[in-house]
């Protein structure tokens, strides 16, 4: 059974810093590429960033750019999102996602690129 199980998210004060991890059951995450995404209540998922299979490439939302940083373990089967200067505007469940790719270098931005999802974490940012 294929699982990505999301953990790290809590209650932070603006400025803040948390690092979310997903963590992959039964199958490995070499050759997925990975991505992050968000829902706030009331609003759409939103793709927050992404790694390529290999690692050699990332996406980051213009939202998120210079203060999220995505990164990869591919021994511990695991996917990081550092995220630092945490807003309120940040606040949301998070959910990362994978999809098998073929081509090493290349990374998907789309929710419906998806295949694979965690069940979310929730990150709340407020004072």
């Known amino acids: 059974q294929l699982q990505l199980v999301e953990s790290g998210g809590g209650l932070v004060q603006p400025g803040g810093s948390l690092r979310l991890s997903c963590a992959a059951s039964?199958?490995?995450?070499?050759?997925?590429?990975i991505g992050w995404f968000r829902q706030a209540p009331g609003k759409e998922r939103e793709g927050v960033s992404s790694?390529?299979?290999?690692?050699?490439?990332?996406y980051y939302a213009q939202s998120v750019k210079g203060r999220f940083t995505i990164s990869r373990d591919n021994a511990k089967n695991t996917v990081y999102l550092q995220m630092n200067s945490l807003k309120p505007e940040d606040t949301a469940a998070y959910y990362c996602?994978?999809?098998?790719?073929?081509?090493?270098?290349?990374?998907?931005?789309?929710?419906?690129?998806?295949?694979?999802w965690g069940q979310g974490t929730q990150v709340t940012v407020s004072s």
């Open positions: 039964g199958f490995t995450l070499d050759n997925y590429a």
């Open positions: 996602a994978a999809v098998r790719s073929y081509f090493g270098s290349y990374y998907y931005t789309r929710v419906g690129d998806y295949g694979y």
């Open positions: 790694i390529s299979s290999n690692g050699d490439s990332t």
